[in-house]
């Protein structure tokens, strides 16, 4: 799995490159996604199921957790359905039994959803007998046009925040949009907002900063694009909506044997020049900000390392 930077994994963040949604109301697809390589499955109880399946979803979704128990080889989350509706509560009372590592909350309008939903979580975990905060929430949080403008507060949220993600088709239906892409293919002007939103507010709170899917479930070089665009900018994961798709994003937010070695001549010449802050390499003046980034490629490969054992 992937290793953010130290902030971040001090904070508790994720150190996820992939995560997988898997319908909660198919018994196939659930027993599937064991052996597909995505280092968490989000067990989806609300986009992808339809409102008459919701019931059998969480039985499904419970047994699920349970029969997977922890320690897990992976992580097993779970989308509820909006604090707004009355399934989310049914959702929580449904599956908190069978102890999922995190929830991932839809529809966020601001981090006072967060809060909230932890108070939910502390009763069950309380009731329990689970360790308080030890389920962690992941919130998506650019599906409404109000919670853009909060974003930055996400750094007020305690533990139970374990990284940002982004969606954009919730969010073009709220604003009738006709299309969140261009005809290339790009995200259009507002879109692109929300998503660099997204990003800073996720590096403000030192988590995760995970990119939204890539629809085109198809297209796997228009994935491997997106995916290298996002690990550019400093996304350290992307969700997935199809198994072919994890291959790919994992590629992608692993560093190379080349990146690797690089960083590794990098933090041995500051080694070797205790006390300097500016050195040359191969022509190319390096700072300190290099250096923190040369040690967060090689935290990221020891990181891979440990998940590929």
């Known amino acids: 799995m992937q290793a953010l ?14 995560l997988l949604f898997v319908p909660g109301d198919s018994a196939r697809k659930l027993s599937k996604s064991v052996a597909v390589p995505a280092d968490a499955l989000i067990l989806d109880l609300e986009d992808s199921v339809a409102p008459e399946n919701k019931a059998a979803a969480r039985e499904r979704v419970a047994d699920f957790l349970s029969e997977h128990s922890q320690p897990r080889q992976k992580q097993l989350w779970v989308r509820i359905n909006s604090l707004d509706q009355p399934a989310a509560l049914k959702d929580l009372a449904g599956i908190m039994h069978g102890r999922p590592d995190g929830i991932v909350q839809p529809k966020t309008r601001s981090p006072d959803d967060v ?5 939910h979580l502390e009763r069950f975990e ?3 007998g689970f360790a308080i905060g030890s389920t962690r929430i992941l919130p998506v949080s650019t599906e409404t046009p109000a919670a ?3 974003l930055g507060d996400y750094v007020h949220c305690d533990q139970r925040l374990a990284g940002l993600t982004w969606g954009a088709e ?3 239906t709220a604003v009738g949009a006709l299309s969140n892409k261009d005809r290339d293919g790009n995200w259009t002007s507002p879109f692109q907002l929300a998503r660099s939103l997204c990003l800073f507010a996720a590096h403000a709170a030192e988590v995760a900063a995970i990119d939204t899917i890539y629809a085109d479930f198809f297209d796997l070089e228009g994935l491997r694009a997106s995916c290298d665009e996002a ?4 996304f350290s994961g992307k969700l997935a909506i199809h198994p072919d ?3 790919v994003i994992n590629s992608a937010f692993t560093p190379s044997e080349e990146e690797i070695n690089q960083a590794r001549r990098i933090v041995d010449l500051f080694a070797a020049n205790p006390g300097v802050a500016a050195l040359s390499l191969d022509g190319v003046m390096l700072d300190i900000p290099h ?4 040690r967060n490629i090689l935290a990221m490969a020891a990181d891979r390392d440990s998940g590929d054992r």
């Open 245 to 247: 798709q994890v291959v």
């Open 148 to 150: 853009l403008f909060s």
């Open 115 to 119: 809060v909230l939903l932890g108070q």
């Open 291 to 294: 250096l923190k980034q040369a």
């Open 231 to 234: 690990r550019r900018d400093g």
């Open 126 to 128: 309380k009731d329990l």
């Open 5 to 18: 930077g130290p902030d971040a994994a001090e904070a508790g963040g994720m150190r996820f490159r992939s």
């Open 170 to 172: 919730d969010l073009a």
